[in-house]
C-alpha cells in the first residue's frame, strides 16, 4: 500500500458540547426527532480533524460515519466519537483517514458491499475495504473516460455508477472496479455538462445537465450500445445539481439565470418519458453563486432550496404548500426523516458561517436553528438514534469540522 495516509496515532480534536443546555449521547433519544422534539436538539460533540473544508455530506452506515474533504481525504469515525473519552477536551482517534483517491471529494461516499466508494474532482472512482483496520486497503481505482470532475458514486445492487462533468456515464463493476459500460450524454456544443450525480430509476440512468436538459441513458443488451435520450430541453435553463426521485416520477430544480445568484428557480415534475407533468415558477433566486442544490421529495412533498428559502410543493400536484424562511442561510438539499426537514447552508450576507436549520417537513415552521462559526453547506445526515450530522469548515483554515446534534429531553440552545 502506499503512504498517503493520516498518522495512524494522529488524534483529532473533539470539543465536547460545552455550549448551555448541550445534551449528551446518553441522553439521546434513540430514534430522530420529530417536529415535537425536534426543538430540544442540542449540541453533543464538534469535532476538528481532516485535512481541509468538508463540501460532500456525510453518509451513516451502520455505527460509523463516513466523510470526505477537499484536499481528497476520506475518513470513517465512529457515531460516537468522543463519547468514551476521559480527557479534557476530549480526543479520538478516526478508524481511518486516506486520500488514496487523488484530489478534493464534493460528493458523499457509499457504502455497502463490505466497500466504502468515493470520486474526486480530478476524475477518479475508488473503492476501499470498508474494515476497522487504521490502513485500509484500495480495492480498485478507475477514471472517467473522459477526465474531468467526477459525480456520484450511486451504488445499486453490485454496480457503481458516476457522471462526469464532460459527459460521461460510466457503469462500474463495484467489486472490481472493471467498465460494465460507459456513454456520453454532452452533445456536440455542451461543454462541462453534468454538475450532479446520476440517479437510477427502473433500470435506467437519469442525468440533469448544465445547458438544461434532462437525459436517459438505457443500458446496452444483447450487443448493443447504451441508448441515450433527450426527455426534454428547459431553453435557458440550467440543471446544476441531482435530479430527485419518488420511485415514480423525476423532480428537477432549473435555474434560469439572469446573473450570479440572481435569477428565477423554477421546480418541475416530469414522467420517465420526458412528460411534463407541472412547472412552476417559484419567483425566487438560487442559492450559492447560482447554482442550484438539488430538490429533495419525501412523503409526498417536493423541496426545493433557493436563496434563504425552501419551497414546498405537492408532488402530484405541484400546488405550493409551504415555504420555509431560513432567514440569511443560504439552504442545502433537505434532508426529511420523521417529518422533520434538516438543512446546512452558508450565510447569504457572504460572511464564512453557516448553520444547521430543522423545519416542519409539512407546514415549513421552524423548529430549531444553531449557528456554526464556519460555512456547513452540506446535506445533514441523520442516523437511526437521532444523531444530526453536519459537515464544514473554511477554506484555508485548517481541518474540516463534523458538528453533532441530538435531541434531549430539556430546553435546547440555539
Not at 174 to 185: F, I, L, M, Q, S
Amino acid at each position: 500500500m502506499t503512504t498517503r495516509k493520516l498518522r495512524a496515532g494522529a488524534l483529532a480534536l473533539v470539543t465536547g458540547a460545552l455550549l448551555a443546555g448541550a445534551a449528551s449521547l446518553g441522553g439521546a433519544d434513540p430514534a430522530p426527532a420529530s417536529p415535537a422534539t425536534a426543538p430540544h436538539l442540542a449540541p453533543v460533540w464538534t469535532s476538528h480533524f481532516g485535512s481541509g473544508k468538508y463540501q460532500a455530506s456525510p453518509v451513516v452506515a451502520g455505527d460509523f460515519v463516513y466523510i470526505g474533504d477537499e484536499n481528497g481525504y476520506l475518513t470513517k469515525f465512529p457515531l460516537r466519537t468522543g463519547t468514551a473519552s476521559t480527557a479534557t477536551p476530549p480526543t479520538f482517534q478516526p478508524t481511518w483517514s486516506t486520500n488514496e483517491c487523488f484530489n478534493s471529494i464534493f460528493s458523499k461516499p457509499a457504502v455497502g458491499n463490505a466497500k466504502v466508494y468515493v470520486s474526486t474532482i480530478a476524475g477518479y472512482v475508488c473503492a476501499f475495504e470498508d474494515s476497522t483496520d487504521p490502513d485500509p486497503d484500495l480495492q480498485w481505482r478507475q477514471a472517467m473516460p473522459s477526465g474531468g470532475w467526477a459525480n456520484g458514486p450511486v451504488l445499486v445492487g453490485d454496480t457503481i455508477y458516476v457522471s462526469g462533468h464532460n459527459g460521461d456515464i460510466l457503469a462500474l463493476n463495484a467489486e472490481t472496479g472493471a467498465p460494465r459500460w460507459r456513454t456520453n450524454v454532452g452533445g456536440a456544443n455542451a461543454q462541462n455538462p453534468l454538475l450532479g450525480s446520476p440517479i437510477v430509476l427502473g433500470g435506467k440512468v437519469y442525468v440533469g445537465t448544465s445547458d438544461g436538459r434532462v437525459m436517459a441513458v438505457t443500458p446496452p443488451t444483447g450487443g448493443a450500445p447504451a441508448t441515450v435520450t433527450e426527455l426534454k430541453k428547459f431553453n435557458g435553463g440550467r440543471i446544476s445539481d441531482t435530479l430527485a426521485t419518488n420511485g415514480t416520477h423525476l423532480y428537477a430544480a432549473v435555474n434560469y439565470v439572469t446573473s450570479p445568484s440572481v435569477g428565477r428557480v423554477h421546480a418541475v415534475s416530469l414522467t420517465t418519458a420526458g412528460v411534463v407533468r407541472w412547472d412552476r415558477d417559484t419567483g425566487l433566486d438560487p442559492t450559492y453563486s447560482g447554482r442550484m442544490q438539488a430538490p429533495a421529495v419525501a412523503d409526498g412533498i417536493v423541496y426545493v432550496p433557493t436563496k434563504v428559502n425552501v419551497v414546498y410543493y405537492d408532488s402530484e400536484t405541484g400546488a405550493r404548500t409551504a415555504l420555509a424562511d431560513a432567514g440569511d442561510n443560504q439552504p442545502t438539499t433537505p434532508t426529511v426523516v420523521n417529518g422533520v426537514a434538516y438543512v446546512g447552508g452558508l450565510q447569504a450576507s457572504g460572511r464564512a458561517s453557516g448553520a444547521l436549520q430543522a423545519f416542519d417537513a409539512k407546514t415549513g415552521v421552524t423548529l430549531y436553528y444553531s449557528h456554526t462559526p464556519t460555512v456547513a453547506y452540506t446535506s445533514p445526515a441523520v442516523a437511526p438514534n437521532g444523531i444530526v450530522l453536519l459537515g464544514g469548515g473554511n477554506s484555508g483554515q485548517g481541518a474540516g469540522v463534523v458538528w453533532a446534534y441530538a435531541p434531549h429531553s430539556g430546553t435546547h440552545n440555539n
